[in-house]
């Protein structure tokens, strides 16, 4: 089958289109490549992938219509998974206009898309900082998600909004997918995990907010995609019948589906599983809450289990080790460093 991958260069679509091609589909990999964080890290995922014949990697901006068309047009997709975004809390309080222009701009342009070339199911990366304010635990994807703390997820909630006015404008299927802090090897430079393991690798101190009384449901790479290759076939159907707590809409085949395996992990244990990784102690320097972040997050995966017969279930102990054995190799050669 032919996909799209948008944000294919990134963490999440390096290895979504990775999983993908092994499987035997044609994938057609679109992404920026802006220098919000180390440039070569996302060339060297796009060159692992150009190790197959299968798959197409071009680079656009998704915010310029025209070359995005230019370049999806001939290769005529019948399933679009779209990832690529502007990511990151801290940094929408810096540049809140590339949310704009990435986040809303560039998705209302892949939607556009999906219509015009009528695909058999478009998934879009939403995420879990759509739930905002909502202190309800764990989140369901039927609790209610209008106050964001963060331009970030006041992006990601408007992409929802827009996917579903498609979806009922023009019976598009379509899934948002709440994705709940993905780690692992080939992770996000900007991410705590890697800004953790990367300083304690060089005898740097680490910087931890809220003096540590945070929690995250930390969920694995390979379980994402898992989650993800498993929902592609699983495209919301108009009118379906629909559970107490099935996040289907009643006026579009469009739902939301949580990502997450469903065990927050305290920060300070999350630190120590990378203690023991590295053999090393860490030095912390405690730091107030940042604006916009969120205490906990905890995702209720019954809607994806139910969906799918499948929930993330990797802790901490086995997937930190595995990106600390990748960052190890990658540190010491980048060229030859690839998945544990």
Sequence with gaps: ???LVTGSAGFIGFHLARRLLSEG???LGVDGLTPYYDVDLKRRRHDILRR???FIGREAMLEDANALAAVVGPFQPRIIVHLAAQAGVRHSLEA???YIDANLVGTFNVIDLAREHQVEHLLFASSSSVYGANTDAPSRETDAADHPLSLYGATKKAGEAMTHAYSHLWDLPTTALRFFTVYGPWGRPDMALFRFADAMLDGRPIEVFNAGAMARDFTYIDDLVEALVRLMPAAPTRGAPAGS???LSPAAPWRVVNIGRGQPAPLMDFIAEIERALGRRAE???KPMQAGDVTDTFACA???DALTGYRPDTPPSRGVPAFCHWLA???????????P
């Design 245 to 247: 707590r099935d996040s």
């Design 96 to 98: 809140p206009r590339t």
């Design 284 to 286: 912390i320097v405690f």
């Design 329 to 339: 190799a990658y540190r010491a050669d980048p060229d030859t460093a690839d998945r």
């Design 302 to 304: 019954d809607l994806l």
């Design 1 to 3: 089958m032919r996909i």
């Design 52 to 54: 197959s014949r299968d």
């Design 25 to 27: 589909h044609e994938v």
